[in-house]
């Protein structure tokens, strides 16, 4: 121990003879921030409205969370830089083309160097909002008829099935949250492939020497992409886990691994898509319209992000994801 103490200070002492002796100051690379950037995605947007509620659309419910969880995050990490892929109600990047918006999304992400994409939904159950009338048989009625022609015409008695309309609710709700899948189909690889690494991620750079075709490019793609599936498993599951905390019913985290979601397959980072809410859902689509509302998904997505953020810091506390033990809230009754 002495020993090693001794060449310890040996070495210092040698560093600093040696700047002292040259005159030149020797620079400590900096190490980057876990979580620099985020990019904060509303969906949707102008001529693509998304999902339609009974009293408001997809594209403005999204658009308002959107900008209030930017706020709630520069607030609460004034160190995490935070980009909008859209700030009103058009779609991103101006386009009137649903996807090259898509396609401008993704790229302002990637060329953003982003660390994280959040993209903001509101999910539909793909049927009428709040709810149709439907028929059911209720009993029967005799009923003659006239069957058969000239002289084999008769008379026959029939049963007549009597009808009731009634109302059908539009009953889905609930929260989800998606990851683009980490497989072999390389969906997500082919983006993440468009950059090289530097400081412990990637940021697009053409001056890259690496065949991008290359078993090496490859092989390399496919353990960022998985490193990004557990990255972005992990937040979608702390943001499940925070809406069940404020009393939302949860269904859960789903994975995607065919093309469908975009931008989460085009961004080489980890990346989310939150479903905050069913608007086609009568008492839900109430909920995530209200100031109320939104207020507490912000709070929920927030808290998500401090867990995520912090867990990225100390990644040997990460063995879990929720350390805590107290009894949950009962989900809201929509």
């Not at 980009?83 to 996807?99: K, P």
């Not at 982003?114 to 909002?129: R, T, Y």
């Not at 989800?176 to 400081?199: H, L, M, P, V």
């Amino acid at each position: 121990m002495i020993v090693r103490i001794f060449y310890t200070v040996l070495f210092i002492g040698g560093l600093v003879s040696l700047v002292s002796f040259t005159g030149k100051r020797i620079d400590v690379p900096v190490q980057k921030p876990v979580l620099g950037t985020i990019i904060i995605d509303a969906g949707h947007g102008g001529v693509d409205p998304g999902a339609e509620g009974q009293t408001s659309t997809e594209s403005k419910v999204a658009l308002s969370i959107a900008m209030k969880l930017g706020k709630a995050v520069q607030a609460a990490m004034p160190d995490v830089k935070v980009i909008y892929t859209r700030n009103t109600d058009v779609l991103a990047g101006g386009f009137t083309n649903i996807q090259e918006s898509l396609r401008y999304r993704a790229r302002m992400a990637n060329e953003a160097k982003g660390d994280l994409f959040v993209s903001i939904h509101c999910n539909a159950a793909g049927v009428k909002a709040g709810g149709w009338y439907a028929k059911r048989v209720i009993g029967y009625k005799n009923k003659t008829v006239y069957v058969g022609k000239g002289k084999k015409k008769r008379k026959k008695t029939v049963r007549d099935p009597i009808y009731e309309s009634y109302w059908v609710k539009n009953w889905q709700h609930g929260t989800e949250t998606y990851i683009w899948a980490a497989d072999r189909g390389g969906f997500k690889g082919e983006s993440i492939n468009q950059t090289k690494e530097e400081g412990g991620e990637f940021i697009e750079d053409s001056s890259n020497v690496l065949d991008l075709h290359s078993p090496e490019a490859r092989i390399r793609a496919q353990l960022y992409e998985k490193k990004y599936f557990a990255k972005s498993l992990l937040l979608a599951t702390m943001v499940e886990e925070e809406f069940v905390k404020g009393g939302r019913e949860s269904r859960g985290v789903k994975q995607r691994n065919e093309k469908g979601i975009w931008v989460l397959q085009a961004t080489g980072m980890p990346s989310v898509l939150i479903e905050t809410g069913f608007i086609t859902h009568t008492e839900e689509e109430q909920y995530i319209t209200s100031e109320k509302g939104q207020e507490e998904i912000v709070a929920s997505i927030l808290e998500a992000l401090v867990r995520y953020k912090a867990s990225l810091e100390a990644p040997r506390n990460t063995g879990s994801t929720s350390t805590d033990t107290t009894e949950q809230p009962k989900p809201k009754s929509f």
